[in-house]
């Protein structure tokens, strides 16, 4: 796997050569995002998630799950042992910031945006992770290289490379600079080592391959994404601009992936 990069804060643009913008906007999973956080994403004209369409319908569900059991997804996770449970109990000692939310809250809040018709009025979402024979062989390419002798050994030592992770992923995470409050900004960065600790252990039981293969399909249909945007765009002013939210962790490989000007894959609109 390639080495860690420095944890960004802010969103990165990359420009369509045939028209739009993409804006690839940094979050923490499971985090609610500072005011000052929010206020960078700046104006967009459509959403896309690297997310299977019936997200929503989870999110829907955990939104229930919270209303009769406050932090039932977050104890479930956290006794579930593993990576992801790690990440949980490190967040959940956080105590300057709201994290281990559920359902994930920028995400969701993003497509509140979307679909308010007050303001800039609804705007088209789309969910682009694909779901096709293409897909699914990398779905199954991937389950066989879990299953690997070298990953089952490994996960022996899962709590000492655990530890080295974080410290890595520590020395990359820094307090995002629009944050004035000193307590709230330390939270942050301390919330974005531990996702990215989760991230980057979770990348190193896949090839640098299978990581390639997934993010020119994802690059792809955010183009395609974008296209039909641009296409439905009525004011004439300016060109749209795709907002994208991107774990922190995992937006260099994506931009890194657009970069490479993979062709467009159409994607409708999944909500208007």
């Not at 792809?220 to 994208?244: F, K, M, N």
Request: proline fraction near 7%; hydrophobic fraction near 35%.
């Amino acid at each position: 796997m390639m080495d860690s990069a420095p944890l960004s804060w802010s969103p990165i643009d990359w420009e369509d050569p045939c028209g739009g913008t993409i804006r690839l906007w940094p979050f923490i999973p499971n985090v609610v995002h500072t005011g000052a956080l929010r206020r960078t994403v700046g104006k967009w004209d459509g959403l896309a998630f690297l997310l299977p369409d019936d997200e929503s319908e989870i999110w829907d569900e955990q939104s229930e799950q919270e209303k009769s059991s406050p932090g039932i997804n977050r104890d479930s996770i956290a006794a579930s042992g593993g990576t992801l449970a790690r990440m949980m109990i490190g967040m959940s000692s956080i105590e300057s910031i709201q994290s281990c939310r559920f359902p994930d809250p920028e995400p969701r809040r993003l497509l509140s945006a979307a679909e308010s018709p007050s303001g800039t009025g609804c705007r088209p979402v789309f969910f682009v992770e694909p779901e096709d024979e293409e897909w699914t062989v990398w779905v199954e390419d991937c389950a066989d290289e879990m299953v690997r002798l070298r990953h089952l050994v490994r996960s022996i030592f899962s709590g000492r490379i655990w530890k080295k992770m974080l410290r890595a992923e520590m020395k990359n995470a820094s307090p995002p600079e629009c944050e004035r409050d000193d307590s709230k900004a330390n939270g942050l960065a301390q919330a974005s080592a531990l996702a990215a600790a989760w991230w980057s252990r979770s990348e190193s039981v896949l090839t640098a391959e299978l990581c390639s293969r997934r993010d020119s399909r994802l690059a792809s249909r955010l183009r395609g994404a974008l296209g039909t945007l641009y296409g439905e765009q009525i004011d004439g002013e300016g060109t749209p601009v795709l907002l994208v939210p991107v774990m922190q962790a995992w937006m260099p490989s994506i931009y890194s992936a657009l970069n490479e000007s993979p062709l467009p894959e159409h994607v409708g609109g999944e909500k208007e």
